[in-house]
């Protein structure tokens, strides 16, 4: 457990943990309501499957990290992605090959990450991720919104503190706006070269299983959909052993040389 300080003395806070120092480091990057302790133990159960070190931190504005500097614009997913990611892979794990683990908005910025090509990275694993905005996604915030404001999520003090609900409106503010209405990633997609595995929950109360069909068949590189029978949005920790599973084989394809796909991974997935 430690900070780094990244400019004007923003800081994040993350977490490391230890693994052979030849394979990659799974790098976590957690949900928009997220930060570091809500992965829970998954991350460890994960890096103790496949050998491999871990790394899990807080973005600006969530946590143990310093709040964000600015109010979200509709490219706050692209600034975590392509301004803050690189900073705190550069500042922990320079020169590191590593894998991307993101969930929900974690999942997008990993895909933004991806379409840039960077030299060290050997693959992408998204759960629950957006490449676009749905009308069930908005139902969901709305669903969500109206819990808020009944107390019925007062379990993300114990993580954020009192900037909790700065958390949660930056997140609902910002989905349900119309300014946000026509947000798009999909023509990212077909720059990412490396292999992904697409997760998702087939009963996921924030997305359609077009999310996955779309990030599978306009990914550059070889894409594998999962998903995940009775299971909602968080796969993890709702089915963790099927999920531990699922990117573990990916994993440990993606650091062998040849970074060949298990042939295994689409039939213990299931069909679409």
């Known amino acids: 457990m430690a ?24 790098v976590f990057l957690h949900e928009g309501l997220g930060c570091a302790a809500m992965w829970k133990d998954f991350p460890r159960r ?16 969530y946590g143990g990290s310093s709040p964000a500097a600015a109010p979200r614009t509709v490219h706050y997913l692209h600034a975590y992605a392509l301004q803050e990611l690189p900073r705190v892979i550069a500042a922990i794990i320079p020169e590191r090959p590593i894998v ?3 969930h929900s908005d974690g999942g997008t910025i990993a895909l933004l990450h991806g379409a840039e090509r960077p030299p060290y990275l050997a693959g992408i694993i998204t759960e629950a991720a957006h490449v676009f905005v749905e009308s069930v996604t908005l139902d969901g915030i709305r669903a969500a919104v109206t ?14 503190g009192e900037r909790s609900e700065a958390v949660f409106r930056a997140w609902s503010d910002t989905w349900l706006s119309d300014w946000f209405a026509d947000w798009n990633i999909e023509y990212a997609l077909p720059a990412i070269a490396v292999p992904l595995l697409v997760i998702q929950g087939r009963e996921d109360q924030y997305a359609t299983e077009r999310q996955v ?4 068949a ?18 993890h920790l709702e089915e963790p052993e099927a999920v531990l599973q699922l990117m573990s084989g990916f994993i440990k394809a993606a650091s062998s040389p040849s970074s060949t796909t298990p042939p295994n991974l689409r039939q213990a997935a299931g069909p679409f």
Do not use: M, W
């Open 3 to 26: 900070h780094i300080t990244l400019h004007e003395g923003q800081r994040i806070y993350y977490e490391s943990i230890d693994g052979d120092g030849d394979l990659p480091c799974l």
């Open 46 to 61: 994960l890096c103790r499957l496949t050998g491999c070190s871990g790394l899990v931190y807080d973005r600006l504005g």
């Open 100 to 102: 991307l683990v993101g």
């Open 147 to 160: 819990a808020f404001e009944n107390g019925r999520l007062g379990g993300l003090v114990k993580y954020h």
């Open 213 to 216: 069909r779309t990030i599978v």
């Open 218 to 235: 306009r990914s550059g590189g070889p894409a594998t959909p999962a998903l995940i029978d009775h299971c909602g949005h968080v796969p």
